[in-house]
């Protein structure tokens, strides 16, 4: 089973070896057990956690998460991407926790500019809301998004 974990990981003669891992760690610095932690934000990596008392972790992609990372797409959605366009579009299906223009841009794969103005679009429309924080300006979907996407 846990040759079948991940690539990097395997079982050799009752030792738990990781590939390219550069940190050798003995079963007595370790600890007993050894706790496997799913998790599709690991993904693509496999992480590892070693604090003494507690048992050595490892948190490895989670098989079965489906398309928890994939764009988000609905009849709804492609009905607004007609009436507002796809950038658009794809900011409001983004916007279900606030985040900023950089953020935005770097996971929308946009440019800073184009989210901006985009931004500057819906917001004037009554469909996204800014907000400061700190340094960065943060925006959220309004109530009135939210029933355009999700009717």
Known sequence: MLSELHETVRWDDGTLRLVRRHC?????????????VPSVFAWP????RSVHPDPPQLAYPARGFGAVWEPRTSAATEAVAAVLGRSRTLLLTELDTPAST??????CGLSAAGVSQHLIALRNA???????SGRSVLYARTAVADQLLNP
């Open 45 to 48: 990596r496999v992480l590892t």
């Open 102 to 107: 950089t953020q935005l841009a770097a996971h």
């Open 24 to 36: 050798a760690l003995s079963r007595e610095q370790a600890g007993s057990g050894l706790l496997l």
């Open 126 to 132: 009554g469909l996204v809301t800014a907000h400061r």
